[in-house]
């Protein structure tokens, strides 16, 4: 079936700092692949998608590249503001089956001043 | 900027009781979610629903779980008898077309917890 496996959290960074959340996945077919952000009391958001391989999404400094030789979706930014603190969620979702999204564990990045 | 919204935000209920969460999806779209997160897993695809009739749902989604569109603007998820194992949060979304790169926008989420 299809999963996705993200990184363990909770991950802290301070200001200014480089962050990677790895996220890889398994799917059939040719997925669609997305990052979420819950940030506290909201609802999930979405950060950013690329739907083939190769692509690269990007959105507000975060990047992320569809690598279907490794099936990973590795989110990066370069520099960690306090305001990005805020559960990151992995997801796909596949063809023939576009309307239900599948979620990894999440990840809880809190930066510090 | 249109949202997803859901009431209420927190519900609490007895084993057995059935419950009714409520969303109103962005006013355009078509396409109606649920999805729930149990505290500490992954969140879960429940049910979509489309022209007033699910369009794919899951294991979890059994007879215990019902959804309506009881008029033009609320999208609701219903639980009959509800368990221990129903405590969760309950995200609700929707999206203006169904595909590949179609954004689901979702509501804050209806926390239920039942004792």
């Known amino acids: 079936g299809n999963s996705v496996t993200q990184m363990e959290g909770p991950v802290t960074l301070s200001e200014e700092a480089f962050l990677t959340i790895n996220c890889t996945y398994t799917?059939?077919?040719?997925?669609?692949l997305f990052w979420y952000v819950q940030y506290p009391g909201e609802g999930l958001q979405l950060l950013l998608k690329?739907?083939?391989?190769?692509d690269k999404g990007s959105n507000k400094g975060f990047e992320a590249t569809y690598r279907k030789e490794t099936t990973s979706f590795h989110l990066e930014k370069g520099s960690v503001q306090v305001s990005d603190s805020a559960v990151y969620f992995c997801a796909l979702t596949r063809s023939g089956s576009a309307r239900q999204l599948t979620f990894g564990s999440g990840t809880q990045l809190t930066v510090l001043p | 900027e249109p949202e997803v919204t859901q009431t209420p935000s927190h519900q609490v209920t007895q084993m057995g009781q059935e419950v009714i969460l409520r969303c109103v999806p962005i006013?355009?779209?078509?396409?109606f979610y649920w999805y729930r997160q149990i505290l500490g897993q992954k969140v879960e695809f429940l049910v979509s629903?489309?022209?007033?009739?699910?369009?794919?749902k899951s294991e979890i989604f059994d007879d215990q779980f019902s959804v309506e569109r009881p008029d033009g603007s609320n999208f609701t998820l219903k639980i009959r008898s509800t368990k221990l194992e129903d405590s969760a949060m309950y995200f609700c979304?929707?999206?203006?077309?169904?595909?590949?790169?179609?954004?689901?926008?979702f509501g804050p989420g209806t926390r239920l917890t039942v004792t």
């Open positions: 629903f489309y022209n007033n009739e699910i369009s794919e």
């Open positions: 690329a739907t083939k391989a190769d």
């Open positions: 006013s355009n779209h078509l396409y």
């Open positions: 979304a929707s999206s203006e077309v169904a595909g590949l790169a179609y954004e689901q926008y």
């Open positions: 799917a059939t077919g040719y997925p669609s």
